[in-house]
């Protein structure tokens, strides 16, 4: 099996797996309750806590469990939307978000709020000049991608930082679920307020998360019904999903200081491939992106064909994120890159981690390459 649908989600690592088994089996109780089995159960939560802090270089009460990426995303912005709409009801975003993101503004445009989506260039990038111009004395929040989902594109955080800085009163988000592992990010030289998290995209768990908010700044929560997570998330926590995933953290940023050179080799030798094949278009800027996501575009063939034929063989990639993979249609993200419908229609998807290697990266593109011949010649 050669598996390059890392965006999607990550094959947990076996430590991770085993840490949620003995968390499971031996801390089971609820961390609320006041008995001692509560009691151990609780204080492993804030082992997890201070130790996910710790990685991240933030305080243990700047962290906030969460579900994963939609639920931080939908807390961060309408958290922030709603606990401070008396001062302003003006919000910024860009037009290449992912869908969590783009749907809590949609929604809260129907609230009454204003929003401002930031158009991006062919690279996917938004412009500074343009989020500069879109500051208004009533704005509240800016919320963008760190890494896009769909083409790798980095949007320039640290920069858009800077510009913010001189607006102290406006709340800086980042959704970093791309991003965590592959790319630094960090939280408090670059003036972010708050910063979504999902476990499962870096070998942890799926329904598992972490939302960073900023010691001072106050949110109005999404649940209610008891004082978990600093009294900003309602609901039982999952220990030992927690517990899992703080070890993930861990193990994914020492891949990272050890490994990424070998996910930009791998990248690089996709790219320099799917170049020599008559009716590909690169969709993923080459000098504006992650190092293991790769977004491409075959003229012609409908990209659940191609899928299907190398799902056959053991390749799995995907057509875009996993959250509107079977909508169908055009890419959102591509069409407001200006690619045009017929390569927004047409993509495909390539992500890696850091347990892919330069031989599996070979026999896929060779794979690939034949599956493209086979195909062309049913539809002659």
């Given amino acids: 099996m050669i598996y390059l649908d890392n965006s999607a989600t990550t094959k947990p690592y076996k430590e991770v797996l085993d840490t949620f088994v003995t968390v499971s089996e031996k801390y089971f ?45 939908n807390i961060a912005i309408k958290g922030i939307a709603f606990q401070h709409q008396n001062r302003g ?25 204003e929003v401002t989506y930031l158009p991006v260039n062919h690279d996917g990038l938004i412009s500074l000049e343009d989020l500069e111009r879109s500051i208004r004395p009533d704005t509240i929040l800016v919320s963008l991608l760190h890494v896009n989902n769909e083409t790798g594109t980095i949007q320039p955080i640290q920069e858009i930082g800077k510009v913010l800085k001189e607006h102290p009163k406006i709340f800086f988000h980042v959704d970093n679920v791309q991003g965590v592992g592959k790319v630094d990010l960090p939280l408090k030289e670059w003036g972010i307020d708050l910063c979504t998290i999902s476990a499962h995209k870096i070998h942890g768990l799926k329904g598992n998360g972490i939302l960073f908010v900023k010691n001072g700044v106050s949110i109005s929560s999404l649940f209610t019904g008891g004082e978990q997570e600093l009294k900003k998330r309602a609901g039982t926590e999952n220990v030992a999903g927690i517990v899992a995933m703080a070890k993930a953290l861990r193990l994914i940023l020492q891949e990272m200081k050890e490994k990424k050179e070998n996910l930009s080799e791998i990248k690089q030798f996709i790219l320099e491939e799917l170049r020599t094949i008559d009716g590909i278009d690169i969709n993923t800027s080459v000098e504006y992106s ?13 990209p659940e064909v191609l899928i299907h034929s190398l799902d056959k063989r053991d390749v ?27 390569r927004a229609s047409t993509a495909i998807r390539l992500s890696t981690s850091y347990g892919n290697t330069l031989k599996e990266a070979e026999l896929s593109l060779k794979i690939l390459k034949e599956e493209l011949i086979n195909i062309k010649k049913v539809m002659r």
């Fill in 29 to 73: 109780a609820n961390p609320s309750s006041l008995h001692s089995k509560g009691g151990e159960a609780e204080k492993l939560l804030g082992q997890a806590r201070k130790s996910i802090a710790q990685l991240l270089e933030v305080a243990p009460t700047e962290v906030v469990f969460t579900s994963g990426g939609t639920e931080g995303n």
């Fill in 89 to 113: 009801k003006h919000l910024i975003t860009s037009s290449v978000e992912h869908a969590s993101s783009h749907e809590s503004f949609q929604y809260l445009e129907s609230q009454g709020f």
């Fill in 290 to 302: 992650a190092p293991h996501i790769i977004n491409f575009s075959v003229k012609g063939i409908k």
């Fill in 316 to 342: 799995y990639v995907s057509t875009r994120s996993a959250c509107s993979s079977k909508q169908g249609g055009a890419s959102r993200i591509l069409l407001e890159m200006g690619l045009g419908e017929n």
